[in-house]
């Protein structure tokens, strides 16, 4: 699955589980369209730091068209999410607080929109 390739204007449906069996109805019938716009954060480098001051490695993203909170700003290692440091429109920061080994992998990025655009090239 594509998660971050999309185009400009593609439309699409909205599905909700109830359960894991269950798919819910939408209502009112049009409540559940949406079209994809361009306008999500996009990323285009990542790098490890050392704090040297706190003791403790940092991740950070750097890109355009940041948005969110450092509440609603995740990046998850391994299904383990770190703690998010700082965000502004061009830079987010992670501390490193719960991984296995010294090698960063499965790592899932996610700002209060989503996925970001060039997701799929630094991760």
Do not use: H
């Not at 355009?64 to 998850?76: P, S």
Request: aromatic share 10%; hydrophobic share 35%; glycine share 8%.
């Amino acid at each position: 699955m594509d998660k971050t390739n999309k185009t400009d204007g593609l439309s699409g449906k909205v599905i909700t589980f109830l359960k894991t069996s269950e798919e819910a109805v939408c209502v009112p019938d049009g409540a559940c369209n949406w079209n994809y716009v361009s306008t999500i954060p996009e990323v285009n480098n990542m790098t490890t730091q050392w704090d040297s001051t706190n003791k403790y490695w940092t991740v950070v993203v750097n890109g355009t068209g940041f948005t969110g909170t450092t509440d609603t700003t995740e990046l998850n290692v391994n299904g383990r999410k770190q703690t998010t440091i700082s965000l502004n429109a061009t830079q987010a920061v992670f501390k490193i607080v719960d991984i296995d080994g010294w090698t960063l992998s499965n790592i899932n990025l996610y700002f209060d929109v989503g996925l970001p655009q060039g997701y799929d090239t630094i991760i």
